[in-house]
């Protein structure tokens, strides 16, 4: 039996072959990503008249420390989008606001400023510019 180690990258790849022992039986070789590369492994494959079970070399240093997403980090990413959407839909409905205050009470910039406390009170108090 033999082991065939591939090493995958976005335009060429490399590939070898050993024994059981660990002797190597299939010269290393690069091969390109498109037909011709894959029908040279082929052709290297069938030279060696023998069965080979394929491995694949996802890492090119097994010790290498993986990567682990910190959760704070995935959730404080989460929180400022939030954020970002709820400023924007505070700033659309003060634009509907301030349209709306234009349409119905067309003279009340001039007096008293759309954004204040006192504004909100008269509007709770008096919401449309018929008398009572």
Same mark, same amino acid.
């Given at each position: ?6 090493? #995958? +990258?976005?335009?060429? =790849?490399?590939?070898? +072959? *050993? ?35 394929? +491995? ?12 682990? =997403? ?7 990413? #989460? *929180? +400022? /989008?939030?954020?970002?959407? *709820? ?16 349409? #119905? ?9 759309? =954004? ?8 709770? /108090? ?7």
């Amino acid at each position: 039996m033999l082991y065939v180690g591939i090493d #995958i +990258a976005k335009n060429k =790849h490399d590939v070898t +072959a *050993l024994n059981v022992p660990g002797k190597t039986v299939l010269k290393p070789l690069t091969f390109s990503n498109n037909k011709a590369g894959f029908e040279l492994l082929d052709l290297s494959f069938r030279q060696l008249n023998q069965d080979c079970l394929i +491995a694949l070399k996802l890492l090119s240093d097994p010790n290498r420390e993986q990567f682990q =997403h910190d959760n704070r980090q995935v959730e404080l990413k #989460i *929180l +400022a /989008r939030h954020i970002h959407r *709820l400023k924007k839909k505070q700033s659309d409905w003060k634009v509907q606001y301030t349209r709306c205050l234009d349409i #119905i009470f067309p003279e009340l910039d001039k007096i008293v400023g759309k =954004h204040s406390e006192y504004t909100y009170q008269l509007l709770t /108090r008096y919401p449309n510019p018929q008398k009572r």
